[in-house]
T-cell receptor
């Protein structure tokens, strides 16, 4: 079945850029998403990218999609301590009619 | 406010005592789903529902039941809870299961089975 993989941990210094990577296997993926989970809370949708796009920018967030390699990344510019959270990559396809989530990357931002 | 509401937020119960975790959404979403989150295992889907009276197994359905009698509600039932069902549970909903709006998640239910 579909699989989504991401590294488990990332640590950066405040003010640096963070890059969280994700790979997926479903070649029919239509939408790819990044969710953020803060401690004690549910997941919140941060951003999405449609499969025919290469890049999407939203303020400090940049999403890059390499459809050929099935690779998705989330770049957070000027990372702040409030960005410390778990970030989940997810994909969905019209065929499956539902999303598949990665295991989450725990981002730690050190002052 | 558009939201997914889960109750209770915290629950401690004993092995074998039936329990229900409720989930309700006010966005007229067709798709609803239950996940459990365990350290090191990410989010694992338990059951999902594409519409009223339509439910299907996810990746880890054993020991759980669901029902979808109305569009807004999707309760998760543990008929005979066991300690390995101690976990953080999330309900999520979506207009159609896929699309640019992704899923809306509830705040979670932390269940401990002793």
């Amino acid at each position: 079945g579909e699989d989504v993989e991401q590294s488990l941990f990332l640590s950066v210094r405040e003010g640096d850029s963070s890059v969280i990577n994700c790979t997926y296997t479903d070649s029919s993926s239509t939408y790819l998403y990044w969710y953020k989970q803060e401690p004690g809370a549910g997941l919140q949708l941060l951003t999405y990218i449609f499969s025919n796009m290469d890049m999407k920018q939203d303020q400090r967030l940049t999403v890059l999609l390499n459809k050929k390699d099935k690779h998705l990344s989330l770049r957070i510019a000027d990372t702040q301590t409030g960005d410390s959270a778990i970030y989940f990559c997810a994909e969905s396809s019209t065929n499956a009619g539902k999303s598949t989530f990665g295991d989450g990357t725990t981002l730690t931002v050190k002052p | 406010e558009a939201q997914v509401t889960q109750n209770p937020r915290y629950l401690i119960t004993v092995t074998g005592k039936k329990l229900t975790v409720t989930c309700s959404q006010n966005m007229n979403h067709e798709y609803m789903s239950w996940y459990r989150q365990d350290p090191g295992l990410g989010l694992r889907q338990i059951y999902y529902s594409m519409n009223v009276e339509v439910t299907d197994k996810g990746d880890v359905p054993e020991g759980y039941k669901v029902s979808r009698k109305e569009k807004r509600n999707f309760p998760l039932i543990l008929e005979s809870p066991s300690p390995n069902q101690t976990s953080l549970y999330f309900c999520a909903s979506s207009l159609q299961g896929t699309g640019r709006n992704g899923y809306t998640f509830g705040s979670g239910t932390r269940l401990t089975v002793v």
